[in-house]
């Protein structure tokens, strides 16, 4: 059983940046694929950011070059620094650990307003 707990949402205007974090409990973390998945109102969730065992990542079209995804393997914890947000990035953002099965946190609002 694994347990994903996010932190580090807000309200930031645009142009600002986020640092999520989300601490995993429960397993041995280095094993998994880890990954943020967010989800806008009345829209599907979809893929942000993941990061593999070994350090390797994938990102989102949309977010190239401006999201940064890390994992901490001593502190059970994977990070998505944000940069540059965009309003159409306001969304639910989701922690993924992805092995034989998938886990997801309970979400944190990331809301980016003037």
């Known amino acids: 059983q694994v347990q994903l707990v996010e932190s580090g949402g807000g309200l930031v205007q645009p142009g600002g940046s986020l640092r999520l974090s989300c601490a995993a409990s429960?397993?041995?973390?280095?094993?998994?694929?880890m990954g943020w998945y967010r989800q806008a109102p009345g829209k599907q969730r979809q893929l942000v950011a993941t990061i593999t065992s070994g350090g390797r990542t994938n990102y989102a079209d949309s977010v190239k070059g401006r999201f940064t995804i890390s994992r901490d393997n001593a502190k059970n914890t994977v990070y998505l620094q944000m940069n540059s947000l965009r309003p159409e990035d306001t969304a639910v953002y989701y922690c993924?650990?992805?092995?034989?099965?998938?886990?997801w946190g309970q979400g944190t609002q990331v809301t980016v307003s003037s």
């Open positions: 429960g397993t041995i973390f280095s094993i998994y694929r």
């Open positions: 993924n650990a992805n092995g034989a099965t998938d886990y």
